[in-house]
């Protein structure tokens, strides 16, 4: 069976595609002639509309999906490539099956797909946290954008001021009421039909920082549904939002248990193309 809570108002179908596992449409609508679809404990036969915070039960049996490729792994660490599309709980939940001593240090927005990397130790859990809260990683993304970016390389400083009850920030030019600054950079890779493909460098590390960031620059991530220019997504048929976290490299203080890793980084590929 899958279970899970709708996040907004949408068609059954939907939410269950957007799942993970994904149920596909097919799927859910043979689940609905037999009767196999429960919503807030009430069989459903037609493919309704939920309500953010409805709880969905299918009774199906998904196809085995690993939600991650891992990528390194020793005593202390292991470093994986989140797929699009899991949300980091999921893949924390998957990943103790495999490593039932794994630690959550950091998390990837659902529909950003790329590194991810989990303590297996105390001591390599307080090295990471510590890292990430110093910013002594160098982490980098890749992002499909709207338009042309005004110059090949920069870096932006703005202001970030979280909204917990909507689950989005905002993004102002000068310092308000708490807000905290970031810092995004980027690098143009390439341009083609009115896309920009950029390696962006975070520098602060704060919630949906790299799609606020670049939305308020007037160049959205492509696919983004929360920031994003919706007209576009739709015209250019991108359902989540194109970006990747491709690389990180480690740094810790001599003398850390972790010291061995310093200046190692791991890569992945970006899983779009422009």
């Given at each position: 069976?899958?279970?899970?809570?709708?996040?907004?108002?949408?068609?059954?179908?939907?939410?269950?595609?957007?799942?993970?596992?994904?149920?596909?449409?097919?799927?859910?609508?043979?689940?609905?002639?037999?009767?196999?679809?429960?919503?807030?404990?009430?069989?459903?036969?037609?493919?309704?509309?939920?309500?953010?915070?409805?709880?969905?039960?299918?009774?199906?049996?998904?196809?085995?999906?690993?939600?991650?490729?891992?990528?390194?792994?020793?005593?202390?660490?292991?470093?994986i490539d989140k797929k699009r599309g899991c949300s980091s709980e999921n893949v924390y939940?998957?990943?103790?099956?495999?490593?039932?001593?794994?630690?959550?240090?950091?998390?990837?927005?659902?529909?950003?797909?790329?590194?991810?990397?989990?303590?297996?130790?105390?001591?390599?859990?307080?090295?990471?946290?510590?890292?990430?809260?110093?910013?002594?990683?160098?982490?980098?993304?890749?992002?499909?954008?709207?338009?042309?970016?005004?110059?090949?390389?920069?870096?932006?400083?703005?202001?970030?001021?979280?909204?917990?009850?909507?689950?989005?920030?905002?993004?102002?030019?000068?310092?308000?009421?708490?807000?905290?600054?970031?810092?995004?950079?980027?690098?143009?890779l390439k341009t083609e039909k009115g896309v920009s493909l950029i390696e962006v460098t975070?520098?602060?590390?704060?919630?949906?920082?790299?799609?606020?960031?670049?939305?308020?620059?007037?160049?959205?991530?492509?696919?983004?549904?929360?920031?994003?220019?919706?007209?576009?997504?739709?015209?250019?048929?991108?359902?989540?939002?194109?970006?990747?976290?491709?690389?990180?490299?480690?740094?810790?203080?001599?003398?850390?248990?972790?010291?061995y890793l310093n200046d190692k980084t791991f890569r992945t590929e970006a899983d779009f193309?422009?």
């Amino acid at each position: 069976m899958i279970a899970f809570t709708a996040a907004k108002n949408q068609k059954l179908s939907r939410a269950a595609a957007a799942n993970f596992p994904p149920v596909p449409y097919g799927a859910v609508m043979r689940l609905l002639r037999e009767k196999a679809v429960k919503v807030n404990g009430v069989r459903v036969k037609e493919d309704v509309t939920l309500s953010a915070g409805d709880a969905v039960e299918l009774f199906y049996d998904p196809p085995e999906i690993k939600p991650y490729g891992t990528i390194y792994a020793d005593d202390n660490v292991v470093v994986i490539d989140k797929k699009r599309g899991c949300s980091s709980e999921n893949v924390y939940d998957s990943l103790k099956t495999e490593y039932p001593a794994a630690k959550f240090i950091h998390r990837l927005d659902t529909n950003t797909s790329g590194l991810m990397i989990f303590a297996l130790t105390e001591v390599a859990e307080k090295e990471l946290l510590s890292g990430f809260k110093n910013r002594a990683f160098d982490k980098k993304y890749i992002a499909a954008v709207k338009g042309v970016m005004p110059k090949k390389s920069e870096v932006l400083t703005a202001y970030l001021v979280k909204d917990p009850v909507k689950s989005q920030v905002k993004i102002y030019p000068s310092p308000v009421k708490n807000s905290v600054m970031i810092k995004t950079g980027y690098t143009t890779l390439k341009t083609e039909k009115g896309v920009s493909l950029i390696e962006v460098t975070l520098f602060t590390g704060k919630t949906h920082q790299i799609r606020a960031h670049l939305a308020y620059t007037g160049h959205p991530v492509v696919g983004d549904g929360k920031y994003g220019d919706n007209a576009f997504n739709r015209a250019h048929g991108a359902k989540k939002q194109l970006l990747t976290a491709v690389s990180i490299k480690l740094r810790f203080d001599k003398n850390s248990a972790l010291e061995y890793l310093n200046d190692k980084t791991f890569r992945t590929e970006a899983d779009f193309k422009v």
